[in-house]
Each structure stands twice: as C-alpha cells, then as structure tokens.
C-alpha cells in the first residue's frame, strides 16, 4: 500500500481508538464515580448505558449523513462532538450531567465508529480491503483489553476526571491530523441524499429499544419485556417501510440482505464478536476469583486474547485478499473452537500461563476469521452501498454485545459456582463458533487479482 493510503489509514484508525478505548475505560470506574457522586451503582451504570444508546441511536443518522456532507466533514463533525463531550463529562458537576456528558460523547462515538469502516472501505478499493480490515483490526482487538488496563492506572494515578479529559488532547490532534491527511470527497447528487424521517424514525429508536432492553435485562428482569417488544416492533415497522419505499430511498436498503454472502459476512461478525465478548468478560472474573488478582492484574493477564488477535488480523487481511476468505476463516475457526474447549478444562488450581496460552489461541484464531470476513463482506458490497453495509455491521455488533451482556450474565448467575459458571461462559462461546464454521462456507470464493489504482489524484477521494 502506498504512504498516501497509509496515512489516511493511521489518522482514521487514531479517531476510531477513542470511542473504544473511551468506552471500555469508563467501565472499571463505576464504583468510584458511584462513591465519588454519592449514589448507587445502578445510577451511575447510566453513563454507560446512555452512551451506549446514543452511539446505537446515531448510526442509522450517520448512514444517510455520509453521502449528505461528505465522509471527511462528517468525520470532523464527529471528532468535534467528541471531544466537547470528553471535556464537559470530565469537568461534570453531578451524576446528571455526567450522564447528559456521556449521551454528548455517544453521538460522537456514533459518527465516528461506523465512518471508520466507511472510510476505509472506500480508501482501500475492494482488492485492499483484507489488509485494511486486518490492519482496522489491530485496534478493535487492542482496544477493549487496553481500555480496562488504562483505566485502572488512571484511576491508580489520576482524578477520575482524567479517564475523559484524556480523550480532549488525542482528539484535537486527530482532528488536525484529518484535515491535513483525509481527502475531500467527491460532490453527491441531492436527490440521493433525501433524508428518509420515518425510517430514522424508526429504526434509530427501535435498535436502541432492543439494546437498552438485554443490556439492562439481567439487572431489571421482567421490566425489560416493553422495551424489547417496543423495539421489535419498530424495526418490523420499518422493514415494512422500506420495502414499500419509492421516492425516498430508505436508510438500509432490503435488498442487502438478498446477497448471501453479505448474510453469511454479518453472522459470522456478529456470532464471532458475541464469542469474543464471553471471553473478554469472563477471563478477568475468572482471574479476580480464582487468583485473587486486583482489576490491574485481571486486565494484564487479559492481555493475550488481544495480542492474538492484534497478530492475525493484519496476517489474515492481507493472504484473504489473494486466497480468499474460506480456507483462512475455517482454520482460524477451528483454532477458536479448540480453545474455547481448553478453556472448558481450566479450573481454581490451574497454573496461570494455560489460560494465557488458551487467550492468546483463541485471539489468534478469532482474528483469522475476522479479517477475511471483513474483507470478503467488502469485496462484494457495491460502492453505493458500503456506507449502509457498514453501518448494519455495527448496529449488528452493538446489538451482539447488549445480548453477549444479558447470556453471560444469564450463564453466571445461574451456575452454582464461578468455575461453574466460567466453563458455562465457554460452552456457549464454542456454540457460537461452532456456528460461524457451519456458515462460513457460504462466503464469496477467491477474489479477483485485477491491481487496484494508487491513492492518488482524484480517485483518493472517500
């Protein structure tokens, strides 16, 4: 790949670590902003939750905004509302505005997590894609066992106020670095981009219904079933909606889900991701009660499972884009699966290097088939479409991780104890990747070896 797309590649991927490693951080603070504010545990999850919910809320936005004002003015948008609500939650004065703070840095994150994959897709050009989901992946494997890691030495060292004012810095010089480095973007038709009212409408409060409701399931129980069934049925509505469309084009096109391989693409993303999320959860449960390890050391010694999947997405990305996603996704599957299975074996006494090496097969494996898959589902959206591809694959992705949340926390509090319930955690792991093997076959064959043109000149245009 030539410096120009690089660059372009480092700066977007530096604005996209912040709504991971922001949000992943914020977690282990809970119970100090709770004692901190003087309120419950509940109350305060509610910074969490709400930027959880404004991300979800913002992307079918960001869907139609893309082809609207352009990726690199959106992008700038994004980081802008970022970091305003990075520096009004670390300077917030209350519970409230730490909530009202952290909704702000959502819709931020909500521009910016699914512009990332907008952007790079249309950077890269479909025979680039493998390696730049590869290289993409470097951080969405980094960022959530680093996240926990920084936010416990922050707190070790700093206010709590510095787990967001730290964003502040890091997103003006994204900001900076993306006027100078991202390319403008070609002019739109006006007639392409007429805002669909009743789909956002629609379809914005419906996936953020179904989110907040498993999200919030294992701590309210039954009162989650209106939100759940709210959301259901909004989505139905605009399923509905949108295939009667005409002079309006709908935010999400029905007829992505026609290609089978973009289907097979978004299971295997989101079943992998659900995988994925059991193991980041449960491993440091399993080392803070089985060892006795502080959430420092729990998040250390999680390390691993990121590392593997830092090391193979790269890899796997740049050989798909030659050999094709199947061979690659299958193996890596398989070492996924394995381990999962060596997990089910680990017990109190086991000696701490075995889930260690189990972490780090299994990042490895996750990470081959993640790339590919990335890639494969690229090089069969057509350029139209990339924007909403990408933005499916997110909510999907957020949608996965509000249910991994409710199944795992289901799966441990129904164990009779915590090695009951951390070998429970795998089991359900393994089904998932048990899945993703079945599917994989159904992904597109060997891409065509057709050169794709330099970032240069006006074909660099996002």
């Keep these: 790949m030539d410096p120009r797309l690089l660059a372009v590649i480092a700066v977007i991927l530096l604005g996209g670590l912040l709504g991971i490693l922001n949000s992943t951080m914020a977690a282990v603070a809970t119970g100090t902003l709770a004692t901190v504010f003087g309120t419950s545990l509940s109350t305060v999850g509610w910074a969490s939750t709400g930027f959880l919910l404004a991300v979800t809320a913002t992307i079918p936005f960001t869907t139609w905004a893309v082809d609207r004002f352009g990726g690199k003015r959106l992008w700038l948008a994004g980081l802008v509302v970022f970091v305003a609500g990075s520096l009004a939650a670390g300077l917030a004065w209350n519970v409230g505005s730490l909530i009202v703070f952290r909704a702000a840095q959502g819709v931020g994150a909500g521009i910016l997590d699914p512009l990332v994959l907008i952007l790079l897709a249309r950077a890269a050009g479909p025979h680039r894609a493998g390696r730049v989901m590869g290289l993409m992946g470097v951080v969405l494997s980094l960022g959530p066992v680093l996240g926990p890691v920084a936010g416990g030495a922050v707190l070790n060292a700093l206010s709590w106020r510095w787990m967001f004012l730290l964003s502040v810095p890091v997103g003006v010089l994204a900001y900076l670095l993306a006027r100078r480095v991202v390319p403008a973007d070609q002019p739109v038709e006006q007639a392409r981009t007429r805002l669909d009212v009743l789909g956002l409408a629609l379809l914005a409060p419906g996936f953020a219904a179904l989110v907040l409701a498993l999200s919030q399931s294992a701590e309210q129980g039954g009162r989650m079933v209106l939100p759940l069934v709210a959301g259901a049925a909004l989505l139905a509505g605009y399923a509905v909606h949108a295939l009667r469309a005409r002079e309006t084009p709908p935010l999400i096109e029905p007829r992505l889900f026609a290609g089978r391989g973009f289907i097979a693409g978004v299971t295997i993303m989101g079943l992998g991701g659900l995988a994925n999320f059991a193991t980041l959860f449960a491993l440091p449960l399993y080392y803070q009660q089985a060892h006795g390890?502080?959430?420092?050391?729990?998040?250390?010694?999680?390390?691993?499972?990121?590392?593997?999947?830092?090391?193979?997405?790269?890899?796997?990305?740049?050989?798909?884009?030659?050999?094709?996603?199947?061979?690659?996704?299958?193996?890596?599957?398989?070492?996924?699966?394995?381990?999962?299975?060596?997990?089910?074996?680990?017990?109190?006494?086991?000696?701490?290097?075995?889930?260690?090496?189990?972490?780090?097969?299994?990042?490895?494996?996750?990470?081959?088939?993640?790339?590919?898959?990335?890639?494969?589902?690229?090089?069969?959206?057509?350029?139209?479409?990339?924007?909403?591809?990408?933005?499916?694959?997110?909510?999907?992705?957020?949608?996965?991780?509000?249910?991994?949340?409710?199944?795992?926390?289901?799966?441990?509090?129904?164990?009779?104890?915590?090695?009951?319930?951390?070998?429970?955690?795998?089991?359900?792991?393994?089904?998932?990747?048990?899945?993703?093997?079945?599917?994989?076959?159904?992904?597109?064959?060997?891409?065509?070896?057709?050169?794709?043109?330099?970032?240069?000149?006006?074909?660099?245009?996002?």
Aim: glycine share 14%; net charge positive.
């Design 293 to 462: 390890h502080g959430v420092l050391a729990a998040g250390l010694l999680m390390a691993p499972a990121g590392l593997g999947g830092a090391i193979a997405m790269p890899l796997a990305g740049r050989l798909s884009d030659r050999l094709g996603a199947r061979g690659l996704a299958a193996a890596g599957a398989i070492l996924a699966g394995l381990s999962a299975l060596a997990f089910t074996r680990i017990g109190a006494g086991t000696a701490e290097v075995w889930p260690a090496l189990a972490a780090l097969a299994i990042g490895l494996g996750m990470g081959c088939f993640s790339a590919p898959t990335m890639g494969s589902l690229y090089r069969s959206l057509p350029g139209p479409l990339v924007a909403q591809g990408s933005s499916v694959l997110y909510m999907l992705n957020q949608l996965g991780a509000a249910l991994g949340v409710a199944l795992v926390t289901l799966v441990l509090q129904t164990a009779g104890d915590p090695i009951t319930g951390f070998h429970g955690v795998f089991w359900l792991a393994l089904a998932m990747i048990a899945i993703v093997l079945a599917v994989i076959p159904l992904l597109p064959g060997r891409p065509s070896t057709a050169p794709e043109p330099a970032l240069t000149g006006k074909k660099a245009s996002l």
